[in-house]
């Protein structure tokens, strides 16, 4: 694979590198959601959540800490958003698994999902039984 990232982990293509690590690397979003929003990409190569090894996962979750950190203290953001978008059905664009920290600043930019589902009666003990199930 030598997607977009690959090539900013090479430095075929520049980017705003914040951070590195042996397993990670974190730059800013070319197209900002606020300032600051940044991307924690793991070197090694996997797609999204589904295929990532968890020892890439954790270091991913332990760089976005850093990394959240500094741009609290940086823009002086109240808080962040941490997401992962997983899957084209779930708006990834690369395939390429990363993590977005998009700062916010007012409680109005706060990530919302945009519907709510409800549940009939007994409909999420059931779900959430064959979810229990199907864990590995
Ligand atoms: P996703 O929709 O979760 O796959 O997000 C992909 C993100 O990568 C988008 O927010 C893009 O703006 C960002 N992106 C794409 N190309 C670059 C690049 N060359 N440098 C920095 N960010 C990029």
Same mark, same amino acid.
């Given at each position: 694979m @030598?997607d977009?990232? +690959?090539? #900013?982990?090479?430095?075929?293509i520049?980017?705003?590198i914040v951070?590195? +690590? +042996? !397993?990670t690397i974190a730059?800013?979003d %070319?197209? *900002?959601?606020r300032k600051g /929003?940044t991307? %924690?990409?793991?070197?090694?190569?996997?797609e @999204? #959540?589904? +295929? &990532?090894? *968890? =020892?890439?996962?954790?270091? !991913?979750?332990i760089?976005?800490?850093k990394i959240a950190?500094? %741009? !609290? /203290?940086?823009?002086?953001a109240k808080?962040?958003n941490? %997401?992962m978008?997983?899957g084209h059905e &779930?708006?990834?664009?690369?395939?390429h &698994? /990363? !993590?977005?920290?998009? *700062?916010r600043?007012?409680?109005s930019?706060?990530f @919302?999902?945009p519907? /709510?589902?409800?549940y009939?009666d007994g409909e999420s003990?059931?779900?959430?039984g064959? #979810?229990k199930?199907a864990i =590995?």
């Open positions: @030598n977009i990232f +690959d090539k #900013i982990i090479s430095r075929e520049p980017a705003d951070y590195e +690590d +042996d !397993m730059f800013l %070319i197209r *900002p959601v /929003h991307l %924690i990409v793991p070197k090694k190569e996997c @999204n #959540i589904f +295929d &990532a090894d *968890p =020892a890439v996962l954790a270091a !991913m979750t760089t976005a800490q950190r500094a %741009i !609290m /203290h940086t823009t002086e808080g962040v941490l %997401i978008n997983n &779930a708006g990834q664009e690369v395939p &698994a /990363h !993590m977005h920290i998009i *700062p600043f007012a409680r930019e706060a @919302n999902p519907v /709510h589902e409800t009939e003990a059931v779900l959430a064959h #979810i199930t =590995a």
